[in-house]
């Protein structure tokens, strides 16, 4: 049986973010408090320090670098499928030709 993966919502990140950095607890004992794991806190804290309103976009809200990143990825996929394709319609009509 499969376990459901545990989403947290964006307010509760925060707030388990500035009990770290605004009310000095440790990162471990927070987490403990919160029953997260406190590496899952130790990203939190991270990304929000790096991305600041921007982080924990929650699902379907990618950053634009992120989501031209991901279109990026799903067109070269594409381009490298049809490129085998192409490859095997070219060796095919090659042995035809024969």
């Known amino acids: 049986m499969t376990q459901k993966r545990k989403q947290y919502s964006k307010q ?40 600041g309103n921007q982080a924990f976009p929650g699902k379907g809200n990618l950053s634009p670098e992120k989501e031209e990143l991901y279109r990026l990825r799903k067109e070269n996929k594409r381009l490298r499928m049809e490129r085998e394709i192409l490859k095997k319609a070219t060796a095919f009509f090659v042995n035809e030709s024969k």
């Open 12 to 51: 509760f990140k925060v707030d388990a973010v500035n009990l770290v950095t605004e009310q000095g607890y440790k990162v471990s004992e927070a987490a403990r408090n919160l029953g997260i794991h406190h590496s899952s806190l130790r990203r939190w804290k991270k990304q929000l320090e790096t991305d």
